[in-house]
Every structure is written in C-alpha cells, then in structure tokens.
C-alpha cells in the first residue's frame, strides 16, 4: 500500500471516529420519550461542558450543532453522522513527514516543538509545529486525553432493561488453556441477561455473550462497561449505535455504578467456581460443557433465588417489569449490527485489499474511498458501502485469509501428525557409532600435505 493510499485509509478511520465521538454525545438527545423541555435542557447541559474528541483534545459544541447532528440522525442513521473525508493535497513533502514520526517513534517524549527544532537543524527546514501534532494524530502517536465522561452512580433502574451492565471474570482452566467468563446483568431486577465462557477476554467472545442476549432479551436503553481492551473496540459502539443503545464507560480507577456485576461475580465464585475443583475440572473437556453447566446454575439457582436487596428472584423481577410482548431486534437488525467495517481506497484496477485479500469491486468506484462491511469470521462476502449505501459485492480475487485476525477460533488447529524422527537422537547414535569404531579426529585436520 502506498503511503496516499495508507494516509486516505487514516482519514476515513478518523471520519468514522468522529462520527462515534458525535452519536457518543447526542445518544440521549434522540431518546424519544424525552419532552421538547427535556431535550432542550439536555442540550444545553451539553453545550456547557468540555467533551475529550477522538484525538484527546478537550473541545466544546455548541447547542445548535448538537441539534443539527440530531437531525442527521434520524433522517439517515449513524452513517448521517460520518463526515466525508476531506480531500487535501499535501504541501509537506512525505520524507519529511515521515522523518518526523520516526523521530517521535524513538522518542514520544519529543513533542512536536521539540521535532520541528531537530528538522531544522538537520535538514534546515521543517513544518510548523501544528502541521507535525495533526500528523502524529492521524498516525495515531498521540496519547489521548484524560477528558470527564459521564457515569451511573449509585442507584437502581426503575424497570427491566433500562440498563444493562457487562463485565467480564476470569475462569478456571479447561484442557490446560484459561477461560474468561462475559456477563450482562440487569440493573433493576439482577437477571443475568447474558453471558459465555470463552478462551479469550476479546471482542469476539464478549459478542458472543451479548448477541443471544439481545435476540433473547430485548434491546436495552443503556449498556454500561469498562475500559477493558473488548469493551472500548469500536466494534462495539458501532453495535450500540446501529441499535440505537447508549453506550457508557466507567471512569478510569473509579468504577461507580458497577457493584451490582461485581456482587454477582462473587457469588459465581462463591456458589459455582467453588464447585470446579481439580477433579471436576479435569472431566470437563470442552467449552460447550462449562457454558452448559454454568447456564444450569444461573437458570435453576441463580434466577429463582429470592435476592437480598429487591426481595424478588432475578427472573421474575425482570419478567414483571418489562413490556408484554417484549420488542425484540429483527435478525437482520441483529445482523447489521455485529458487522465489522474497515475503510479502503479503491485502485486503479478496481480491487481493494483487505488482511492480505485482494476483491475485485464496481469499476465506476476506482479512486473512492470505500467501507467494507463483513462478517469477522467469513472474510469471502464482502459489501461494499459508499456513503452509508451498498455498493455491491466485493468479488473474492485471491483469499488467502477466511476469517478476521482478531476472530480466533476457541478451538486451536489440530497439531501436525509427528513425523517420527528424532534428529537429535539420531545424531546421537551417529556420535556413538563413531566413537565405538575408535576414529582418530585429529587425522581429519590433515591435509595431506604433513605437519607444517
């Protein structure tokens, strides 16, 4: 990939990411049972405040932009709230630019100042100082901004799936590999809506704990989560966005609003880890059998044990305080929703790469930047977006890769049949035969020619 190609690709990563950064801050402007009162003091709370932007800087919107990007939501859905990437001509020479993210590389304590001295002084020219900090933004060698978010504080919902909180445990080890335990657990009634066990603490396995959740139970007002590395992936918020779920994260070091998840963790440590000693635990030889066993423990006990703090069991707590029938997401909301995307630029020959794949797309789209939207694990069909809109297939050229890098599969390839041949015993052997038949190694150093 060229280096256009490659800074193109930034800016259509960067369009998305503020495209987040806005639906982060009008997702409880579009709540639609709030009165025009309501919305209209919201809004200003929010013009009030200093929000962190994608690129760490502490920045403030005005009401009226906040209204507008409102508008653009419900007319056409979060793609509405994705700028175009602008076009720009670069009026700094590449080799400079990529001097100077080498000279932060070495070192990121150099600040941009501090680089733009070292690029005179060894080339007698440089950009100014803002030109490097944008640079190093859209390369991503910026650290980002400690900024204020908003957090749920100690209280209980007023009714079942008003808000959901997700966390994750770790689990014991199954065949000799670590297990890590996703779950959802419902504010007001203490239901666990959702929840896995899987081999890794990734994006991948927290979906699979909160899509069956969302087909089973309904589509919550609000998800609270950590900053875990699963939790802060735009995967997520994409989801969250593409269902209309507000999306929330705990400060960092100060976790309010999670005791309830917390509490829960501690009685599955309590009354079912405690359970998986190591015999128990050695009879357990898949995945699917621990989910099995904890999906029994939740159902029979956990949910029709009355709870200390509401007085009800879990399950019927969430039952009587959710709306009948409950509205739950059509699959193909579903579907939409726990797609993966990435950003392409079209070329010359009307193929995109993606993770070493190359597909053949419209040619009327050569020189447009394009979104992928696919399956992690089925990297053979490929949509192609332009805008929001489909464009078509991406037509597979040469797959080499099936599945994303991140989707890992729970269960490891089976190991390569051994071959039988131990080399090391064999030169060993070879060594001991050798030795036995009593050969004068210091005669292999002659030459023929005798001493020298």
């Known amino acids: 990939m060229s280096p256009s190609e490659d800074e193109d690709r930034r800016r259509a990563e960067r369009a998305r990411q503020v495209g987040l950064f806005r639906y982060g801050l009008i997702q409880d402007l579009i709540d639609t049972k709030l009165t025009t009162r309501q919305r209209g003091k919201l809004a200003?709370?929010?013009?009030?405040?200093?929000?962190?932007?994608?690129?760490?800087?502490?920045?403030?919107?005005?009401?009226?932009?906040?209204?507008?990007?409102?508008r653009h939501y419900r007319a056409g859905g979060f793609p509405a709230l994705v700028p175009a990437p602008r076009q720009v001509?670069?009026?700094?020479?590449?080799?400079?630019?990529?001097?100077?993210a080498a000279l932060k590389k070495e070192n990121p304590a150099r600040t941009a100042a501090q680089i733009q001295r070292i690029l005179r002084t060894t080339q007698g020219w440089s950009p100014t100082d803002r030109t490097l900090q944008r640079h190093f933004a859209g390369a991503?060698?910026?650290?980002?901004?400690?900024?204020?978010?908003?957090?749920f504080g100690r209280f209980e919902a007023t009714r079942g799936n008003e808000l959901w909180t997700g966390d994750a445990l770790h689990g014991p080890k199954i065949g000799g590999r670590k297990t890590y335990l996703f779950a959802f657990i419902d504010d007001h009634s203490r239901a666990i809506v959702g929840h896995r066990f899987g081999f890794a603490e990734d994006t991948v396995r927290l979906a699979a704990a909160l899509?069956?959740?969302?087909s089973a139970r309904g589509v919550p007002e609000s998800i609270y989560v950590d900053n875990g590395?699963?939790?802060?992936?735009t995967w997520l918020l994409r989801a969250c966005a593409s269902l209309?779920?507000?999306?929330?994260?705990?400060?960092?070091?100060?976790?309010?609003?999670?005791?309830?998840?917390?509490?829960f963790f501690r009685t599955v440590r309590d009354q079912f880890l405690v359970e998986l000693d190591d015999e128990r635990v050695g009879q357990i030889e898949h995945l699917t059998e621990l989910n099995r066993l904890f999906t029994a423990w939740v159902e029979t006990v956990y949910h029709r044990t009355v709870h200390s703090e509401t007085g009800q069991p879990p399950i019927e707590r969430w039952l009587g305080s959710i709306p009948r029938p409950l509205p739950l997401p059509s699959p193909a909301d579903l579907r939409e929703a726990f797609l993966w995307s990435e950003f392409r630029t079209v070329t010359k020959t009307a193929t995109v790469s993606l993770h070493g794949n190359t597909y053949e797309v419209d040619p009327m789209l050569v020189g447009m930047k394009v979104e992928l939207v696919f399956d992690p694990f089925d990297l053979t069909e490929?949509?192609?977006r332009t805008s929001g809109k489909s464009a078509g297939k991406a037509v597979p050229h040469r797959v080499g890769r099936h599945t994303h890098p991140k989707a890992r599969p729970e269960t490891p390839s089976e190991p390569a049949p051994p071959t039988g041949i131990d080399?090391?015993?064999?030169?060993?052997?070879?060594?001991t035969a050798n030795t036995a038949k009593g050969i004068n190694y210091s005669s292999l150093m002659d030459d023929g020619r005798g001493p020298r």
Request: avoid cysteine.
């Open 229 to 233: 590395s699963a939790f802060v992936d």
């Open 423 to 431: 080399y090391l015993k064999i030169l060993d052997e070879k060594h």
């Open 382 to 384: 490929i949509e192609v």
């Open 44 to 70: 200003r709370e929010l013009a009030a405040k200093e929000h962190t932007d994608p690129f760490g800087r502490q920045v403030r919107v005005a009401r009226g932009t906040l209204d507008r990007w409102a």
């Open 244 to 263: 209309a779920v507000r999306l929330t994260h705990s400060k960092p070091g100060r976790p309010q609003g999670r005791g309830k998840i917390e509490r």
């Open 211 to 214: 899509r069956p959740a969302l």
């Open 140 to 151: 991503g060698l910026t650290g980002a901004g400690g900024g204020e978010k908003s957090v």
């Open 89 to 100: 001509t670069p009026r700094t020479p590449v080799e400079v630019l990529d001097l100077a």
